[in-house]
């Protein structure tokens, strides 16, 4: 058996409420100034402005607000410069995926000379970093406890970074921060999620503890997705899917992922299609080859998603699940978006996806990818 490592796990304060103990967590660890990483529609909603008034006079606080869409390497040059200007100043990513890898690379690259795109695709190559808090407002892409962050780069190509000073020190995980979540993007990051779990539990770098996180990861978003959707108020069931997102996270990170994220980056660089949404259908086109490949691989996870289930159960499963959380209406904006399965094929064979495409349940050659891409327009335009 290979030897494997299972990664640091930063503090977590987790529960309704969390959020109000920040001042507190943060005593000691801020030289009085923080650089405070969200979003624009968190700022409409007041959540902002509502941490801004929780650190009152305890620090002077910056705001950064990314841009929708992925990160971008000019906003984490921005945010890094506002960095740079306040030694001593804590990184707080508040939002969802981008507001907190912008977070994580701003900390990362605000005690380096050289910029953000130095350290795509190199892991490890951070050499320091500014003390970091990640508070998520989502549940979907666990990137609070991962060494890895997106960003794109100048010409619009999504590419990644590792590496250790990329986790935070804190993670604060508020369910209520995630009540007004849309039930589009509840569905979407919920998918991303359970992608993340069942890929790391079953991928060729799947350990013990990557199973320990993943599986759980499984069976909360199996039991409380469909609630998240349909009773967005019920703050137990916003906690048990941020719980799934964030030990989902843990598995990715231990585990990796595999081939649905290989053709959900694709259809999001061919086509521009959100991450959530992508990797969500690439998921539901993929599992059947990669469960012909391994049966008893995947007997665990159809488990998780139901004792009784078997690993042909797993497809059915997981569309029944998408679909009773209405996963349908995410599709809405893109019925005009016809993909095709050359396109496909040519933006998974980009370097930046390869890690996703080694570390698969199941081997796919060349001619496995093309037929998994012709799949994967055959569902895509389907749905849409």
């Known amino acids: 058996m290979a030897t494997y490592e299972h990664a640091s796990v930063p503090r977590i304060v987790a529960g309704a409420g969390a959020l109000d103990r920040l ?198 978003i199996a039991g409380h997705l469909r609630m998240a959707v349909a009773a967005p108020g019920h703050v137990e069931t916003r906690q048990r899917m941020q719980e799934a997102a964030c030990l989902a996270g843990l598995a990715r990170e231990n585990g990796g992922t595999g081939i649905a994220h290989t053709l959900g980056h694709a259809l999001g660089a061919a086509y521009g299609v959100p991450h959530g949404v992508a990797v969500a259908v690439a998921l539901g086109a993929v599992l059947p080859w990669n469960i012909i490949g391994d049966q008893d691989l995947f007997h665990p996870v159809a488990e998780a998603f139901s004792p009784s289930a078997r690993a042909a159960h797993l497809p059915a499963l997981y569309e029944k699940l998408l679909t009773d959380s209405g996963f349908p209406a995410a599709l809405e904006p893109y019925r005009q978006t016809r993909v095709e399965a050359g396109a496909l094929a040519e933006a998974c064979s980009l370097p930046e996806n390869a890690p996703t495409l080694r570390n698969n349940a199941r081997v796919a050659n060349d001619v496995d990818v093309m037929s998994l891409c012709i799949t994967l327009e055959s569902a895509w335009n389907a749905a849409v």
């Open 23 to 220: 001042p507190g967590l943060l005593a000691g660890r801020t030289a009085g100034a923080v650089v405070l990483v969200s979003d624009r529609g968190l700022e409409q909603a007041g959540v902002v402005d509502r941490v801004v008034s929780l650190l009152g006079d305890a620090a002077e606080v910056h705001t950064y607000l990314a841009s929708s869409g992925e990160p971008e390497a000019a906003g984490v040059e921005e945010a890094a410069a506002l960095v740079r200007e306040r030694p001593g100043a804590t990184v707080i990513g508040l939002g969802g995926g981008t507001a907190m890898d912008i977070a994580k690379l701003a900390a990362a690259t605000a005690t380096a000379s050289e910029p953000v795109d130095h350290y795509f695709l190199r892991p490890d190559a951070f050499t320091g970093k500014a003390p970091s808090v990640l508070i998520p407002t989502t549940a979907g892409t666990g990137s609070e406890v991962t060494r890895t962050a997106i960003c794109n780069d100048a010409d619009g190509h999504k590419l990644w970074c590792w590496g250790e000073r990329l986790l935070p020190e804190l993670v604060v995980l508020d369910p209520t921060l995630t009540k007004s979540l849309p039930a589009t993007l509840t569905v979407t990051t919920g998918a991303d999620a359970l992608a993340h779990a069942i890929e790391a539990v079953t991928g060729r770098r799947r350990n013990a503890f990557a199973a320990a996180h993943g599986l759980h990861a499984v069976r909360l």
